[in-house]
């Protein structure tokens, strides 16, 4: 182990994962880059997490566990807090590294001017029904640098791929407990307004995406957009495009699970904000026609345009 190198922390929040977890860890601990530790924290689970952590002879693993379900945001706070690196790499429990991404980011943390601090790489998802996504995906421009703007149109910056100084995570606040979901673009979206971002344009992650509980999690979805555009409403004043690009994508999610009167009042909200634009009048006629002509519109609409979806 090269004890010259920064020790980098990698928190891995986990529950019921008990029959993926163990790829998860030994990719990191296979790692090229070997000062390391691995803090995986145990959110309340119910299956054999516990006796697969307890399996590994490893001193650079330590396990934190919770008594309840606490949430995913508590989970990475907790192992966030109890760091001892220099750096922080965030991992999902089932997700898997490619061996030299450590390696790789950190070259490229020393390669870059002092105020980027924070790089990423590219992340394959790997969807349930077999295809492939890879984020970020071609609308996201610029994608260094100072990206705060780019980041108000969307999510295009995978957390599982963040690596970062803790003391940058400190300086802007952890993530929020509150938030149902979106939870990682909502922290990077504060990590962009003050430091500027590297990408590694390679994947170094790759995401096993789990589709259950898909009502759910669409309800939460909802509720996560309301909340981010509500607590990051200054940073969309006299950008009146992209919030009402916001409006009409919070009024699809919400017709989705059949909150059509919800639904509409975003859609006049959006075209309050654009009433003279074509496009909006357009999105506005559709929804009168009705939920499912106006949603084949929007589908039709973002795959010739750049608007992203929130996550």
């Given at each position: 182990?090269?004890?010259?190198?920064?020790?980098?922390?990698?928190?891995?929040?986990?529950?019921?994962?008990?029959?993926?977890?163990?790829?998860s860890i030994d990719s990191v601990l296979n790692q090229t880059y070997e000062n390391l530790e691995v803090i995986v924290v145990?959110?309340?689970?119910?299956?054999?997490?516990e006796e697969v952590i307890n399996s590994y002879d490893d001193t650079r693993l330590r396990y934190i566990r919770f008594d309840?379900?606490?949430?995913?945001?508590?989970?990475?706070?907790?192992?966030?807090?109890?760091?001892?690196?220099?750096?922080?790499?965030?991992?999902?429990?089932?997700?898997?590294?490619?061996?030299?991404?450590?390696?790789?980011?950190?070259?490229?943390?020393?390669?870059?001017?002092?105020?980027?601090?924070?790089?990423?790489?590219?992340?394959?998802?790997?969807?349930?029904?077999?295809?492939?996504?890879?984020?970020?995906?071609?609308?996201?421009?610029?994608?260094?640098?100072?990206?705060?703007?780019?980041?108000?149109?969307?999510?295009?910056?995978?957390?599982?791929?963040?690596?970062?100084?803790?003391?940058?995570?400190?300086?802007?606040?952890?993530?929020?407990?509150?938030?149902?979901?979106?939870?990682?673009?909502?922290?990077?979206?504060?990590?962009?307004?003050?430091?500027?971002?590297?990408?590694?344009?390679?994947?170094?992650?790759?995401?096993?995406?789990?589709?259950?509980?898909?009502?759910?999690?669409?309800?939460?979805?909802?509720?996560?957009?309301?909340?981010?555009?509500?607590?990051?409403?200054?940073?969309?004043?006299?950008?009146?495009?992209?919030?009402?690009?916001?409006?009409?994508?919070?009024?699809?999610?919400?017709?989705?699970?059949?909150?059509?009167?919800?639904?509409?009042?975003?859609?006049?909200?959006?075209?309050?904000?654009?009433?003279?634009?074509?496009?909006?009048?357009?999105?506005?006629?559709?929804?009168?026609?009705?939920?499912?002509?106006?949603?084949?519109?929007?589908?039709?609409?973002?795959?010739?345009a750049y608007a992203p979806p929130l996550r």
């Amino acid at each position: 182990m090269d004890d010259e190198k920064p020790l980098v922390s990698v928190v891995i929040p986990t529950y019921n994962r008990a029959d993926k977890i163990k790829d998860s860890i030994d990719s990191v601990l296979n790692q090229t880059y070997e000062n390391l530790e691995v803090i995986v924290v145990d959110d309340g689970s119910t299956d054999n997490t516990e006796e697969v952590i307890n399996s590994y002879d490893d001193t650079r693993l330590r396990y934190i566990r919770f008594d309840e379900n606490k949430g995913a945001n508590v989970a990475r706070n907790t192992g966030i807090k109890k760091a001892k690196g220099e750096f922080i790499a965030l991992q999902d429990s089932d997700d898997i590294w490619d061996p030299e991404k450590i390696e790789k980011q950190f070259e490229a943390y020393q390669n870059t001017p002092d105020d980027y601090k924070v790089i990423y790489s590219v992340v394959c998802g790997h969807l349930t029904n077999g295809g492939k996504i890879h984020v970020p995906e071609k609308w996201a421009r610029p994608r260094e640098g100072n990206i705060h703007h780019t980041l108000r149109k969307g999510s295009f910056v995978p957390m599982v791929s963040i690596f970062t100084k803790k003391s940058c995570i400190e300086n802007v606040g952890y993530f929020d407990e509150d938030l149902p979901r979106s939870q990682d673009y909502e922290l990077t979206f504060r990590l962009s307004k003050h430091y500027k971002f590297k990408l590694v344009d390679e994947v170094l992650v790759n995401a096993y995406h789990d589709e259950s509980s898909k009502t759910e999690n669409i309800e939460a979805l909802s509720e996560a957009i309301e909340m981010f555009l509500e607590k990051h409403r200054e940073d969309f004043e006299g950008h009146e495009q992209i919030l009402s690009e916001h409006y009409f994508r919070l009024a699809s999610v919400l017709f989705s699970i059949n909150e059509d009167d919800k639904a509409k009042k975003y859609i006049r909200k959006a075209w309050l904000l654009r009433p003279f634009r074509l496009l909006t009048f357009i999105r506005l006629f559709a929804s009168i026609l009705g939920i499912k002509f106006f949603d084949n519109f929007r589908g039709f609409y973002r795959r010739i345009a750049y608007a992203p979806p929130l996550r």
